[in-house]
């Protein structure tokens, strides 16, 4: 009695194995693996043979790092996200859409048959058979020209190639990690704010800081700073003569270093301004302040003169000028 009961269990492994057996349906025996299949050359030209009734879009790519594809080690994440949320989305699997990737070291001789020098490329093979069949049997070809690294774009390019079929949304998991670092680090700055406040508040409302950072920025703008760097000027220039020019000619042109003494120039000319307006008047010694008058406006009428001298430098024919320059 014993001996029927262990035939029929040592038999159990081979019936099993029976059962898993390809049933002749392409698409379904390679829908039932995880999406995107890994394939190699015989299971590529497996998938792609004539007939189909079904679409297979191909990553033909290199991943090892001797190949040195920065693109196909950073799209790869993506595309296997967006082979298992088309396939999660369709369950049923209406659009009759298979993925699978083919690496150059599984694949070379149909990289080579493809004549194909760079990776990735991706291939999207039609039906050509059924109600979505297409007389041309090669294959729609997409390539990575504009560096392409997200799932997004290639999501839209198949929906517009498969038109009469269920297009399953895109969907991304939660990043979870991401959202405990932001939430940490939006808690922290509010922590810090909280503590802080008091003593940062009355920096914020110092006038005087603002005046000094508003003076500072038209300083710079009104001196050209932005100009070198949008024309990449150089910082001086010679003469011609074995000397060093520090100011360009026309008023189109202009050197580094000159935007910097026209800068300070400019300092120079505001600093005294502020000192004999709000400054000298507060100044209880007549005598000091007299001599705090002459002193500031003969710095003005000398910044003014230099200031001039420049400007018929820039023009020669510049018409105003004061003394002593």
Request: charged content about 15%.
């Amino acid at each position: 009695m014993r001996l029927p009961q262990f035939l029929t269990a040592a038999l159990l492994p081979f019936t099993a194995l029976a059962a898993k057996r390809a049933s002749g349906d392409r698409f379904k025996d390679y829908r039932s693996t995880s999406q995107p299949v890994k394939l190699d050359d015989t299971t590529y030209n497996e998938l792609t043979k004539a007939p189909r009734d079904y679409s297979i879009a191909v990553l033909l790519t290199a991943l090892e790092a001797r190949f040195g594809c920065k693109l196909c080690n950073d799209f790869q994440p993506e595309w296997e996200l967006l082979a298992k949320t088309w396939s999660k989305g369709d369950k049923q699997g209406q659009s009759r859409l298979l993925f699978g990737t083919l690496d150059f070291t599984d694949g070379k001789n149909t990289f080579q048959s493809l004549m194909l020098q760079t990776a990735p490329v991706l291939l999207l093979f039609h039906p050509t058979t059924g109600p979505n069949a297409r007389q041309d049997s090669s294959p729609v070809r997409y390539d990575f020209v504009t560096g392409t690294d997200t799932a997004d774009p290639i999501h839209a390019w198949l929906t517009r190639q498969l038109p009469n079929v269920p297009h399953p949304a895109l969907t991304r998991p939660i990043n979870y990690l991401k959202i405990a670092l932001t939430s940490t680090a939006i808690l922290g700055l509010i922590t810090f704010f909280s503590v802080a406040a008091p003593y940062l508040l009355p920096i914020i409302q110092n006038r005087n800081l603002w005046a000094a950072v508003s003076l500072i920025a038209i300083l710079l703008f009104t001196s050209g700073h932005m100009f070198n760097h949008i024309r990449k000027v150089p910082y001086v220039a010679g003469d011609g003569k074995g000397g060093v020019s520090y100011f360009a000619g026309g008023f189109q042109n202009q050197f580094g270093l000159e935007t910097q003494i026209v800068a300070a120039m400019y300092g120079i000319l505001a600093f005294a301004t502020i000192s004999l307006a709000l400054k000298v008047p507060r100044m209880a010694d007549p005598r000091s302040q007299q001599i705090a008058v002459f002193v500031w406006g003969g710095v003005i009428l000398g910044m003014y003169s230099f200031l001039l001298s420049v400007f018929r430098v820039k023009n020669g024919g510049y018409p105003f000028w004061l003394p002593p320059f």
